[in-house]
């Protein structure tokens, strides 16, 4: 399983999101530490979850999920919206 994989697959467990995109951006950044091993990823969840949350209280939850990964992920872009903010 690739580590993108493995980050969708926890985001589901953890919020059972009506829409997840999670993007592999590493080829982006080549010649930058974590290009090219996966260690660049953007993430569009959309969860019921975060109704209510700020901003800073929604990427906290997202980086609770994926606590056991992080260390594979050298950087991460989150967009975590609630149903309806697009």
């Known amino acids: 399983m690739s580590?993108?994989?493995a980050i969708s697959e926890r985001?589901?467990?953890?919020?059972a999101p009506a829409e997840i995109l999670v993007t592999d951006d590493s080829l982006q950044h080549v010649g930058h530490v974590g290009a090219g091993n996966g260690g660049h990823y953007t993430v569009l969840i959309?969860?019921?979850?975060?109704?209510?949350?700020?901003?800073?209280e929604r990427h906290?939850?997202?980086?609770?999920?994926?606590a056991g990964l992080r260390?594979?992920?050298h950087a991460l872009s989150i967009r975590a919206l609630v149903p309806?903010?697009?």
Do not use: P, Q, T
């Open 3 to 5: 580590l993108s994989d």
């Open 11 to 15: 985001l589901k467990e953890a919020f």
């Open 46 to 56: 959309i969860a019921e979850r975060f109704r209510g949350c700020s901003l800073l």
């Open 60 to 66: 906290r939850l997202v980086y609770e999920a994926l």
């Open 71 to 73: 260390k594979d992920i």
């Open 84 to 86: 309806g903010d697009i």
